[in-house]
C-alpha cells in the first residue's frame, strides 16, 4: 500500500519560502499522480497543486498559481512542493495525497493520503 509521508513544514514570515516534500513509507507512487492539498482551520481542505505520473502536466489552485511549483522525482519516490512569496493566508496543514484516477483537482479521486504537515506563515 501507498503511504505518503509529508515533511518540510514550519513558521516562515509573510514573502518568506518553504519547500514541502512527500514521499512513501509503502508501495512507490509509480503510475500515481500526486497532489498537494490544504485545509486551513475552520476550513474545507482545498486543491492546491497536482502532478501527472509522467510530470508533463502540472496544475494549481488560483490562489498559488505563479508562487507555488510542484514536481517529483520518480528515481527518489518523492514529490514536492516548492512554496514562494507566502501570505498568511497559506497557513494551513498540507497533505500529500497519491491518485489512481484522471481528475487530479478532485479530492475524491485520490486513493491515499498523507497525515499532513503544519504550515504557519506569520505577517
Known amino acids: 500500500q501507498v503511504q505518503p509521508v509529508e515533511s518540510g513544514g514550519g513558521l516562515v514570515q509573510a514573502g518568506g519560502s518553504l519547500r514541502l516534500s512527500c514521499t512513501t513509507s509503502?508501495?512507490?507512487?509509480?503510475?500515481?499522480?500526486l497532489g498537494w492539498f490544504r485545509q486551513a482551520p475552520g476550513k474545507e481542505r482545498e486543491f492546491v497543486a497536482a502532478i501527472t505520473w509522467s510530470g508533463g502536466t502540472t496544475l494549481y489552485a488560483d490562489s498559488v498559481k505563479g508562487r507555488f511549483t510542484i514536481s517529483r522525482d520518480n528515481a527518489k519516490n518523492t514529490v514536492y512542493l516548492q512554496m514562494n512569496s507566502l501570505k498568511p493566508e497559506d497557513t494551513a496543514v498540507y497533505y500529500c495525497?497519491?491518485?489512481?484516477?484522471?481528475?487530479?483537482?478532485?479530492?475524491?479521486?485520490?486513493?491515499?493520503w498523507g497525515r499532513g504537515t503544519q504550515v504557519t506563515v506569520s505577517s
Open positions: 495525497a497519491a491518485s489512481g484516477g484522471a481528475r487530479l483537482r478532485v479530492e475524491e479521486e485520490y486513493d491515499y
Open positions: 509503502g508501495r512507490s507512487f509509480s503510475g500515481y499522480g
